[in-house]
């Protein structure tokens, strides 16, 4: 998904850089023109320590940023864009070119050996294959393919010339840019071994910088701490195919980790797995229609919804561990919503006031999408469910979304399904405001999206299904 808005920042933004030349180097220069680099790569600039405020208050107050988050760390700075029109940008501004305790180039290095590329400061391609090299075989992996398609527009004499400068400079063996895909032990050793001889890593510099490494690992969950996001909807409303638009925007878009769950955590499985088996159990269960259990107690409800409350109850904290504080997003296909509006899916019939008031306790997600279409459409993609159902909870959902608004943290965003593009526009409009500070403009106008797809007004938006 291009983003016009993306590509206006990133010109503008080095208009501005164009005052301050000696001030900042553009890494990892493998395009013409920063504009041209693709939706999913982030901007990698070189600044003196001094300038940082400079720029970083550029990028996060630029009137083109709709919301923003950065993450600061003893030699970067993360800036995440989010544009009005859906477009992201990630900018990372780092004033060392450091990996744990090592400086692998000096700052002093790199500006020396600047150079200009329409208009914009760089540095000599010896300089990028240098530290792409150092970066990569640092991180114990070889250079990525983009950077040798970059160099194999060099004739042989000069691709030549260039690994002969790193292989003198640093006792490696390379024989092309070709062989630096692959990473080596022993290469590795011989870089090490020459970075550890400059006075740059003297022992007193390195123990320094090991401890303020260790420091911004220690805070690393504070700077980025996961979110939750759920999704309802009845059978055929589409949630399957927007979860894996989204997933898989998150992932190559976003750059983020990304982890899918159904309905619950499920550190406990599901109640049949007891007596049938765990493999069983679930081959059944995905093998039957939804809403066709037969439970009529109230006591066998009780005792099932308890079991699969006491899952929420523990498991939020598993999850907790395990990925919001990793930095994960955790999607749910489906969550605890159901037991209220529809308990029937889960065999179960208490009603709905008892899971209602027990939300309170449960972990309150970022951001709530209930996907509904019109009964006419979900029956074309499945017909488990009558037009009458369909059209039953979905009013139940939009119901319980408009309370649970106003009573509850969170957001949550009714979105009427209709074109996949547009449904998919509103998430990401709806995360980044849950995911970023608002730059210049409010939360709630960037969430005034095209009626046809999403209203917040839930006053004008319950649907009229004739059925």
């Known amino acids: 998904m291009s983003s016009l808005l993306r590509k206006r920042f990133i010109e503008e933004l080095f208009y501005f850089l164009s005052s ?102 760089t540095y000599q391609p010896q300089v990028m294959l240098e530290h792409v090299m150092l970066f990569n075989f640092l991180n114990r992996s070889g250079i990525p393919y983009k950077y040798v398609r970059f160099f194999s527009q060099f004739n042989d004499r000069e691709q030549y010339k260039l690994f002969t400068f790193i292989n003198e400079k640093y006792g490696t063996d390379f024989c092309s840019i070709q062989s630096m895909t692959v990473f080596k032990p022993h290469r590795l050793v011989a870089v090490q071994k020459y970075l550890l001889s400059q006075k740059e890593n003297s022992l007193v510099k390195r123990a320094f910088r090991a401890t303020s490494w260790l420091f ?56 049949s797995a007891w007596t049938q088996g765990k493999e069983n159990a679930e081959a059944k269960a995905a093998a039957t229609l939804p809403r066709q259990g037969k439970n009529h ?116 965003l009714p979105i009427e399904n209709m074109n996949r593009q547009a449904t998919l526009e509103a998430i990401l409009k709806a995360f980044a405001a849950t995911a970023a500070k608002p730059s210049v403009k409010t939360v709630s106008k960037h969430l005034n999206h095209d009626k046809t797809t999403t209203n917040l007004d839930y006053s004008k938006k319950e649907p009229q299904f004739s059925v």
């Not at 996961?226 to 998150?250: C, M, N, R």
């Not at 919503?337 to 899971?355: K, M, T, V, Y």
């Not at 279409?373 to 979304?401: D, G, N």
């Open 20 to 121: 301050y030349e000696d001030k900042y180097v553009w890494l990892k220069a493998v395009v013409s023109h920063p504009t041209e680099i693709s939706t999913c790569s982030d901007l990698d600039l070189l600044v003196k320590k001094d300038f940082l405020p400079t720029v970083r208050n550029f990028c996060i107050t630029h009137h083109l940023v709709a919301f923003h988050n950065f993450k600061a760390f003893s030699h970067c700075t993360y800036l995440e864009l989010f544009f009005e029109d859906g477009g992201f940008l990630q900018v990372d501004l780092l004033t060392g070119l450091v990996r744990k305790e090592l400086r692998y180039l000096t700052n002093d290095y790199v500006f020396s050996h600047r150079t200009k590329i329409n208009g914009v400061s």
């Open 216 to 271: 911004d690992t220690a805070i690393a969950p504070l700077n980025d701490y996961g979110k939750i996001i759920t999704f309802s909807g009845v059978d055929g409303a589409g949630k399957s195919t927007i979860l894996g638009d989204l997933k898989e925007v998150l992932k190559n878009k976003y750059r983020k980790k990304v982890v899918m769950l159904r309905h619950r955590p499920s550190i406990l499985p599901i109640l």
């Open 297 to 412: 107690s109230k006591l066998s409800s009780i005792i099932r919804f308890a079991y699969y409350y006491t899952d929420y109850l523990l498991g939020q904290w598993v999850v907790w561990a395990k990925y919001l504080l990793r930095g994960y997003l955790v999607l749910y296909d489906r969550y605890y919503f159901d037991f209220i509006a529809d308990g029937r899916r889960s065999n179960i019939a208490l009603g709905e006031a008892i899971p209602k008031w027990l939300y309170r306790f449960v972990w309150k997600p970022d951001l709530n999408i209930f996907l509904y279409a019109h009964p006419v459409h979900i029956r074309k993609r499945k017909q488990e469910l009558s037009a009458e159902a369909i059209s039953e909870l979905t009013h139940r959902y939009l119901k319980l979304f408009e309370a649970f608004s106003q009573q509850h943290a969170g957001m949550y």
